[in-house]
């Protein structure tokens, strides 16, 4: 049974660019969450998303980022004109379909992103 | 708002040398406290899961322990392989972490 896989494991991009970080959650798990960690800061949640939904983005800055989870496909967390300061690991976790809090999020592997 | 507090920032035991660490939690209502463990480069690994005061849950040489302000992973003769970060979170879909506790089990 793999568990969430996240793609690519490593994204160098140069300012000004856009990111496209991908992940797939874990067969039979329909809730999608992203979040950031910036070298020595703890992990922060950024957005939730369902199938077609966001359901929660409080998280996410208001300019330049955005997020989707298609019916068909996997989850995209897209980062236009990239600045150093978004240099960080992404990491996006899923779960399973049910009462929101009584199940676990389990998470990939993660995207480093750099910014030249 | 949701803030979780993890002490201490690192610890190093000998192996076998028993410690415990520690998560203070403040919430307007808690909706599960969430233990990871976090190797370097890697994503974090599920734990434990502790919904109500008084709840305790154990794996091989890991118990987890929950009161109405604080949570504790109790680790137990570790082993070097122990050696990681351990992650305290509180939330339901929206996860607050902690900073995490940096472990180092010396041979």
């Known amino acids: 049974n793999a568990g969430v896989m996240q793609n690519p494991r490593h994204l160098v991009r140069r300012r000004g660019q856009e990111a496209r970080l991908r992940c797939s959650p874990m067969k039979g798990h329909s809730h999608v969450y992203w979040y950031r960690q910036l070298p020595e800061e703890g992990l922060k949640f950024m957005v939730y998303?369902?199938?077609?939904?966001?359901?929660?983005e409080s998280g996410m800055p208001k300019e330049r980022f955005s997020a989707e989870f298609p019916k068909e496909g996997p989850s995209i967390l897209r980062i236009q004109q990239v600045v150093r300061g978004d240099s960080a690991a992404y990491f996006c976790a899923s779960s399973p379909p049910g009462l929101a809090g009584r199940n676990e999020q389990f998470f990939g592997p993660g995207t480093r992103l750099t910014v030249l | 708002e949701d803030q979780v507090t993890q002490s201490p920032e690192a610890l190093r035991l000998q192996e076998g040398e028993s410690s415990s660490l520690n998560c203070s939690y403040t919430v307007s209502g808690l909706r599960g406290l969430f233990w990871y463990r976090q190797d370097p480069g890697k994503g974090p690994e599920f734990l434990f899961t502790?919904?109500?005061a008084g709840e305790e849950k154990e794996k091989e040489r890991l118990k987890a322990t929950l009161t109405k302000k604080e949570s504790f992973l109790h680790i137990t003769a570790p082993k070097p392989e122990d050696s990681a970060t351990y992650l305290c979170a509180v939330g339901d879909q929206k996860l607050v972490f902690g900073q995490g506790t940096r472990l180092t089990i010396n041979p």
């Open positions: 502790l919904y109500s």
């Open positions: 998303l369902q199938k077609e939904n966001i359901i929660d």
